[in-house]
C-alpha cells in the first residue's frame, strides 16, 4: 500500500520532463483511474467517490471531461445519500480520516454493499490502525479491489503553483495569543502532511531551508517568528515516513525553502501591473472566472456569459505576465494581422467595401469560419477585458499612485509625497489609500507611532476598522513590544529607522515599460537560493546532505548553478526604471513569456537543475508566482512555488484585519461542488 515502484520519478527519470501540474494530473488520471481498468467489458464504467477535500485536489488538476475518458460515469459525494450500484465498480478517492473510514465499510460490507467492488486511494498517509480495521471485517476484504496511498493532498492553482487551500492560517497562526488555541498546532500539521505529500507524488527528496528567527531583544523570540521552524521540523518528520519506500529518493533531488508572509508585507497590497494581476485586482471576477456581458440575440437585456482565464486559452497563457500596456498593444496587433491573413476576414471586408463574393470565395469563408470564429471570440473577450482595464486605471487615478506606491519602496518618496497625495486625492477609493498607507508604514515605521499613525488615517478618511489592518502588520513582522500610546496606536518593525527603502534598484535589466520598477523580495532569494547565497545567519536547514553541494560557512548545501554567466552591465541609478526582461514587447515564442518557458524547458529537460520549491506561509501573491516563472527560465530549474493561499489584495487586506478579531468573522466555507 504504497505509491507505485513503476512510475519513474517526475524530474530526473526516464521519459519526457514534466513540469509539475502535468505530473499531478496525469497521477491522478492514470495512475489512480487508469490502473482500476480491467479486460472486463462489464467494468468499463465506474463510480467516483470523493470528501470534500479530494474533489477540490481532483478539480484543480483535471476536468470532467478527463476523468469521463478514464472510465467514470459519476461523480459521487461520500456523505451524501447514494444510490445502491451493485453491478458497478466503485473508486474511493478520500483522506484517511476516521470519518471516511466509517462510511467505507458501511458501503462495502454486510450482504449488500452499494457496489461490487471498490478501489481504494488514500489522498495522504493511512494509520496502521485504520488498515486493520478493514481487515477485521471479513465481507469487505474480499470487495476491495486496491488499497493504495496516493499521497497527493495539495492543489494546483498553476502550472508551477500549489496551495495547502488553508484560508484562515494567517489568522491561525498570527493572531495574538495564537499559541493557546488548538487551531494553531492543527493547522501547521495539516500544512505540514499537504506540502509532504507534493515531494512523495513527485518522489523528490528536499533539502529543507527555513527563515531563522531573530530575539527582538537579543534574547526573547516572539511565536510567530518561530513558525518557519516549526513547519520546516513537520515537514521533515514527514519526509522521514516516506523515506522506508523501496521507490523513494534517500538522497536531496532539490530544495525548498519555507517563508512566512512577514518576509514581504508590500508584495501583498501594492498594485502589480501585469495582466493577470490587473484582472483579479480591479475586475470582480471569482477566481478565475470573468463574467462577460453579450448583447441579447432577440434585443433585450444584455446576457451574462462566464468565461474562464485559464492555461487553456492560448492568449491568456501567452499575455498573462505582460504588462496590461504590452498586453493592450499586443491584443492590438494581433488582431490587426489576423484580419489581415484570415480568409473569411478578408472576404468579409471586401463585402463591406461593396465587392463581389465568388463561390470559390464562399467555399474558402466556410473552410476558414471555424478558426475565424474561435480566434475572433477569444482576441475580443481579451481587448474587452484590457479595455474595461485601462478604462479603470484612468478612472481610478492609479498611474500616479501606482507611482507613488514604487517610490516608497525605493526610497524616492516620503512623508511629504504621501501626504500631498491624500491631500489632494480624496475621491481615491478608501482600500486604494489603505493599500498606499499600508506601503508607508512598513517603510517609514516612526511616522506610525504615537498618534501620528491616527492622524494620517484622518487625512486619508478611513475608518477606525481600517486602522486595524495597519496595526495588525506588527502581528507579522513586528517587535514583542504591544505597549499602545494612550493617544493613538504604536506601531513598530524589525527594521532600522534609518532605512527608508524596501528595495534596491536592481541592475542588468532593461525598462520598457512605466511601474515596472517593483520586484517582490521572493525573487531575490530565490536567486540566492540557486547560486548558495543565502546568509547563514538568516536560513537554516533541517537536513544535512551528501548530494548537494556542501557549504563550508553554515553547514548546508547549495546547488551548483544552472544559470548563464552573468554579464557585467552598468549600475542603474536610484531613480531609474527598471523592467524585468519578461515584460519586453515580444512574441509569444520570445523565450520570455511563460507558456514559451515552458516549451523551450521541455525541449531541454535534460538541462534543467534540480527543483526549487518556495514555500510561503499565509498567503503568495501574482507577483510571487510571475516571478517564479521568469526564474524557471532564466535559472534553467523549475521554480515551484506552495502557499496556504493565493491572496489577492482585497482577501489580503481582511485577513490582516480579521486577526485581531478574538472570535473569526467568516462564512461558512463554500460546499465542494461535483462538476
Keep these: 500500500m504504497s505509491f507505485s515502484d513503476s512510475e519513474p520519478s517526475a524530474h530526473g527519470g526516464s521519459g519526457d520532463y514534466k513540469f509539475f501540474r502535468q505530473y499531478s494530473r496525469d497521477r491522478l488520471l492514470y495512475e489512480m483511474l487508469g490502473s482500476t481498468k480491467t479486460d472486463d467489458a462489464k467494468s468499463d464504467w465506474k463510480v467516483l467517490i470523493m470528501d470534500k477535500v479530494t474533489v477540490k485536489v481532483m478539480s484543480h488538476s483535471c476536468k470532467m471531461a478527463d476523468i469521463t475518458d478514464q472510465g467514470i460515469s459519476l461523480v459521487e459525494d461520500l456523505f451524501r445519500r447514494r444510490q445502491p450500484l451493485p453491478s458497478m465498480d466503485a473508486i474511493y478517492f478520500i483522506q484517511p480520516s476516521k470519518e471516511n473510514l466509517v462510511m467505507l465499510i458501511s458501503d462495502m460490507s454486510g450482504r449488500e454493499p452499494l457496489y461490487r467492488k471498490a478501489y481504494v486511494f488514500f489522498s495522504s498517509p493511512v494509520p496502521k490502525d485504520f488498515i486493520n480495521h478493514i481487515k477485521s471485517d471479513s465481507s469487505v476484504v474480499p470487495r476491495i479491489g486496491a488499497l493504495r496511498e496516493m499521497n497527493l493532498e495539495y492543489f494546483p492553482i498553476d502550472s508551477q503553483g500549489f496551495i495547502t487551500d488553508q484560508e484562515t492560517a494567517l489568522k491561525d497562526l498570527f493572531c495574538e495569543d495564537a499559541e493557546k488555541s488548538r487551531k494553531f498546532d492543527a493547522c501547521l500539521n495539516t500544512m505540514a502532511t499537504r506540502i509532504a505529500t507534493v515531494f512523495a507524488s513527485l518522489k523528490e527528496l528536499p533539502l529543507v531551508r527555513y527563515r531563522v528567527a531573530k530575539?527582538?531583544?537579543?534574547?526573547?523570540?516572539?511565536?510567530?517568528?518561530?513558525i518557519p521552524t516549526k513547519l520546516a521540523e513537520a515537514v521533515w518528520n514527514c519526509l522521514l515516513k516516506y523515506k522506508s519506500v523501496p521507490s523513494f529518493p534517500q538522497t536531496e533531488t532539490c530544495e525548498l525553502l519555507i517563508l512566512d508572509r512577514s518576509v514581504d508585507q508590500i508584495a501583498p497590497v501594492i498594485h502589480e501591473w501585469t495582466y493577470d494581476a490587473m484582472c483579479h485586482d480591479l475586475l470582480e471576477m471569482d477566481g478565475n472566472k470573468y463574467v462577460l456581458e453579450l448583447p441579447s440575440k432577440t434585443g433585450g437585456s444584455p446576457e451574462n456569459k462566464e468565461v474562464l482565464l485559464e492555461d487553456n486559452d492560448s492568449v491568456w497563457l501567452e499575455l498573462r505576465h505582460a504588462h496590461i500596456a504590452d498586453a493592450s498593444e499586443r491584443l492590438h496587433d494581433k488582431?490587426?494581422?489576423?484580419?489581415?491573413?484570415?480568409?473569411?476576414?478578408?472576404?468579409?471586408?471586401?463585402?463591406?467595401?461593396?465587392?463581389?463574393?465568388?463561390?470559390?470565395?464562399?467555399?474558402?469563408?466556410?473552410?476558414?469560419?471555424?478558426?475565424?470564429?474561435?480566434?475572433?471570440?477569444?482576441?475580443?473577450?481579451?481587448?474587452?477585458?484590457?479595455?474595461?482595464?485601462?478604462?479603470?486605471?484612468?478612472?481610478?487615478?492609479?498611474?500616479?499612485?501606482?507611482?507613488?506606491?514604487?517610490?516608497?519602496?525605493?526610497?524616492?518618496?516620503?512623508?511629504?509625497?504621501?501626504?500631498?497625495?491624500?491631500?489632494?486625492?480624496?475621491?481615491?477609493?478608501?482600500?486604494?489609500?489603505?493599500?498606499?498607507?499600508?506601503?508607508?508604514?512598513?517603510?517609514?515605521?516612526?511616522?506610525?507611532?504615537?498618534?501620528?499613525?491616527?492622524?494620517?488615517?484622518?487625512?486619508?478618511?478611513?475608518?477606525?476598522?481600517?486602522?486595524?489592518?495597519?496595526?495588525?502588520?506588527?502581528?507579522?513582522?513586528?517587535?514583542?513590544?504591544?505597549?499602545?500610546?494612550?493617544?493613538?496606536?504604536?506601531?513598530?518593525?524589525?527594521?532600522?529607522?534609518?532605512?527608508?527603502?524596501?528595495?534596491?534598484?536592481?541592475?542588468?535589466?532593461?525598462?520598457?515599460?512605466?511601474?515596472?520598477?517593483?520586484?517582490?523580495?521572493?525573487?531575490?532569494?530565490?536567486?540566492?537560493?540557486?547560486?548558495?547565497?543565502?546568509?547563514?545567519?538568516?536560513?537554516?536547514?533541517?537536513?544535512?546532505?551528501?548530494?548537494?553541494?556542501?557549504?563550508?560557512?553554515?553547514?548546508?548545501?547549495?546547488?551548483?548553478?544552472?544559470?548563464?554567466?552573468?554579464?557585467?552591465?552598468?549600475?542603474?541609478?536610484?531613480?531609474?526604471?527598471?523592467?524585468?526582461?519578461?515584460?519586453?514587447?515580444?512574441?509569444?515564442?520570445?523565450?520570455?513569456?511563460?507558456?514559451?518557458?515552458?516549451?523551450?524547458?521541455?525541449?531541454?529537460?535534460?538541462?534543467?537543475?534540480?527543483?526549487?520549491?518556495?514555500?510561503?506561509?499565509?498567503?503568495?501573491?501574482?507577483?510571487?508566482?510571475?516571478?517564479?516563472?521568469?526564474?524557471?527560465?532564466?535559472?534553467?530549474?523549475?521554480?515551484?512555488?506552495?502557499?496556504?493561499?493565493?491572496?489577492?489584495?482585497?482577501?489580503?487586506?481582511?485577513?490582516?484585519?480579521?486577526?485581531?478579531?478574538?472570535?473569526?468573522?467568516?462564512?461558512?466555507?463554500?460546499?465542494?461542488?461535483?462538476?
Design 215 to 226: 530575539a527582538q531583544d537579543g534574547t526573547t523570540v516572539k511565536l510567530s517568528d518561530l
Design 335 to 675: 488582431f490587426t494581422t489576423f484580419k489581415s491573413k484570415n480568409k473569411a476576414a478578408q472576404i468579409q471586408q471586401s463585402s463591406r467595401e461593396g465587392g463581389e463574393i465568388s463561390t470559390r470565395d464562399l467555399q474558402k469563408v466556410v473552410q476558414a469560419l471555424p478558426k475565424y470564429n474561435e480566434v475572433m471570440e477569444k482576441l475580443s473577450l481579451h481587448i474587452e477585458i484590457a479595455g474595461k482595464i485601462n478604462k479603470l486605471i484612468r478612472d481610478m487615478g492609479l498611474r500616479d499612485l501606482g507611482q507613488l506606491e514604487q517610490d516608497l519602496v525605493f526610497g524616492d518618496a516620503g512623508a511629504k509625497e504621501v501626504i500631498n497625495f491624500l491631500r489632494t486625492n480624496q475621491d481615491a477609493t478608501p482600500e486604494n489609500k489603505l493599500r498606499l498607507l499600508m506601503i508607508y508604514a512598513f517603510v517609514y515605521p516612526e511616522k506610525f507611532e504615537g498618534d501620528k499613525g491616527s492622524k494620517l488615517m484622518q487625512l486619508a478618511r478611513l475608518s477606525p476598522d481600517d486602522m486595524k489592518v495597519i496595526n495588525n502588520m506588527r502581528l507579522l513582522g513586528g517587535t514583542t513590544e504591544t505597549k499602545k500610546a494612550t493617544t493613538g496606536f504604536s506601531l513598530k518593525f524589525d527594521v532600522q529607522k534609518t532605512k527608508h527603502a524596501a528595495r534596491k534598484d536592481r541592475t542588468g535589466e532593461e525598462e520598457t515599460w512605466q511601474l515596472f520598477r517593483f520586484y517582490p523580495v521572493v525573487e531575490e532569494l530565490i536567486e540566492n537560493l540557486s547560486k548558495g547565497g543565502l546568509p547563514k545567519n538568516e536560513y537554516s536547514c533541517v537536513n544535512q546532505s551528501s548530494t548537494i553541494q556542501d557549504d563550508s560557512q553554515d553547514g548546508c548545501m547549495r546547488a551548483k548553478p544552472a544559470a548563464a554567466p552573468e554579464r557585467k552591465v552598468p549600475a542603474h541609478s536610484v531613480r531609474s526604471r527598471r523592467t524585468a526582461n519578461w515584460a519586453r514587447p515580444h512574441h509569444s515564442d520570445d523565450g520570455y513569456s511563460s507558456d514559451s518557458v515552458l516549451k523551450s524547458a521541455c525541449t531541454d529537460h535534460k538541462r534543467m537543475g534540480k527543483r526549487i520549491f518556495i514555500f510561503i506561509i499565509g498567503g503568495a501573491t501574482r507577483s510571487e508566482l510571475r516571478a517564479c516563472h521568469k526564474l524557471t527560465g532564466k535559472l534553467k530549474r523549475e521554480v515551484i512555488l506552495g502557499c496556504t493561499t493565493l491572496d489577492d489584495p482585497p482577501q489580503y487586506i481582511m485577513k490582516l484585519k480579521l486577526l485581531s478579531e478574538k472570535e473569526l468573522r467568516e462564512n461558512a466555507p463554500p460546499e465542494a461542488k461535483f462538476w
